[in-house]
T-cell receptor, first 114, second 113 residues
Framework: DAGVTQSPTHLIKTRGQQVTLRCSPKSGHDTVSWYQQALGQGPQFIFQYYEEEERQRGNFPDRFSGHQFPNYSSELNVNALLLGDSALYLC?????????????FGPGTRLTVL | AQTVTQSQPEMSVQEAETVTLSCTYDTSESNYYLFWYKQPPSRQMILVIRQEAYKQQNATENRFSVNFQKAAKSFSLKISDSQLGDTAMYFCAFCSNNNDMRFGAGTRLTVKP
């Protein structure tokens, strides 16, 4: 049973560029959440996707956008990259329920903005 | 707004001994869930244990157990018989009604041989 997978593992971009990160959820999960983890800090919630729609959003600017596909996989797009966007980006999957399901995390994508 | 506080940035313990990591949270919700995640140097965030707020019984998972004090809004993690493989960052997290998960700043635990 494959867990949550993310690609690429590492990415180096320059300021002003755009980046796309990808996530495949754990088998049986239909909900994907994205988090940004700056060095030495806890993860910060970016947004959550279910049924191909953004269901919730954290305190992140519109430069951060996403998409969910019919197979439940998801993309995170960041436009006009800033140095402060350098971080580990984590994807987590879960099953959408009326209560809170446990989120399972992928290994993350390390983004470096120069 | 929900906040999670981990007041111990770093801790160390001798192999085979017991260590307790602290976590407090602030919320006005009555139904919520609390989690401890472990993040080793490999970066993979791994679920350690989960506690439903409506359950009075403290969750246990092998060597890991929690002390959940709902009135005090406290959720500590006890690791018994510590092993070298327990060395990692430990994050306490809060989630309610399938909303976004809020994490603490983490505690870096080092298990010494």
């Amino acid at each position: 049973d494959a867990g949550v997978t993310q690609s690429p593992t590492h990415l180096i971009k320059t300021r002003g560029q755009q980046v796309t990160l990808r996530c495949s959820p754990k088998s049986g999960h239909d909900t994907v959440s994205w988090y940004q983890q700056a060095l030495g800090q806890g993860p910060q919630f970016i947004f959550q996707y279910y049924e191909e729609e953004e269901r919730q959003r954290g305190n992140f600017p519109d430069r951060f956008s996403g998409h969910q596909f019919p197979n439940y996989s998801s993309e995170l797009n960041v436009n006009a990259l800033l140095l402060g966007d350098s971080a580990l980006y984590l994807c987590a999957s879960s099953f959408w329920t009326s209560y809170t399901d446990t989120q399972y995390f992928g290994p993350g994508t390390r983004l470096t903005v120069l | 707004a929900q906040t999670v506080t981990q007041s111990q940035p770093e801790m160390s313990v001798q192999e085979a001994e017991t260590v307790t990591l602290s976590c407090t949270y602030d919320t006005s919700e009555s139904n919520y869930y609390l989690f401890w995640y472990k993040q080793p140097p490999s970066r993979q965030m791994i679920l350690v244990i989960r506690q439903e707020a409506y359950k009075q019984q403290n969750a246990t998972e092998n060597r890991f157990s929690v002390n959940f004090q709902k009135a005090a809004k406290s959720f500590s993690l006890k690791i018994s018989d510590s092993q070298l493989g327990d060395t990692a960052m430990y994050f306490c997290a809060f989630c309610s009604n399938n909303n976004d998960m809020r994490f603490g700043a983490g505690t870096r635990l080092t298990v010494k041989p």
